[in-house]
């Protein structure tokens, strides 16, 4: 994946398939591995302002573009040089980094204007006490077998990580039901396993995850 995309794309959508994995206490309901590549979702570029997405992307072709786009890298250079500044660091963020909305396909970001659901959720682990452990938190949780993130990577701050880690979309119940459900149970299970506590402003179907340069962003390829 090169430039950002400025042209949205016409993209087939499968079958979505699924099983149960989880600890006696904590289920949480993933999606089958073998349709991890298929989940796609809407790629909005900067500024945060602009609510109206400028393509679609998956999984793979994300883990691509944090990984290795030249651009992306420069802009999260630019974007780091204010970490010492909250404020300024926060409006770099909002104005040079592109965005996806993890859940799914938007029409315009805003939660009834959902096109099609992507089985992902984010969860954002912040405030971590250096980019050495943010980068162990990043390897240890894609590991993790309860979770299995579809993509992993260090955060806009450097010190935080962001998982997409699937779930069970429901025939039987709402989107945002299903959601909801997997969001409280992946936090709960941080918690109690690991003792992390997760961002919990991320907790709307389209809520915004900007996007960053991470080299050793990890990827789960089909079968693992």
Known sequence: ???PPTNKETLSLPAIRSESLGSSKFKLKLKNNNTMKESIMSF?????????PNGVVSIIQLHAYISTNE?????????????????????????????????GVFSYRKEDRLLFPSGEL???????????????????????????????????????????????LSVTATIEWAF??????????????YGLKADTS???????????????????????
């Open 44 to 52: 909005y570029n900067a500024p945060i302002t602009n609510q109206v």
């Open 122 to 168: 984010v969860i954002d682990i912040d405030h971590l006490a250096s980019p050495e452990e943010a980068c162990t938190w990043r390897d240890t949780l894609f590991a993790d077998e309860r979770l299995r993130p579809d993509l992993a990577f260090i955060s806009p701050s450097n010190t935080g990580v962001k998982l997409f880690v699937p779930y069970r």
């Open 71 to 103: 651009w992306l890298r420069e802009r999260t250079s630019r974007t780091r040089v204010a970490l010492d500044d909250e404020k300024r660091f926060r409006q770099l963020k909002q104005s040079l980094l592109p965005y996806v909305t993890p859940a």
């Open 180 to 193: 909801d459900e997997a969001r409280r149970s992946a936090w709960e299970y941080l918690e109690w396993r």
């Open 1 to 3: 994946m090169g430039a």
């Open 202 to 224: 991320n907790a709307d179907l389209s809520r915004a995850c900007f996007l960053c340069h991470d080299s050793s962003a990890k990827l789960r390829n089909r079968g693992n």
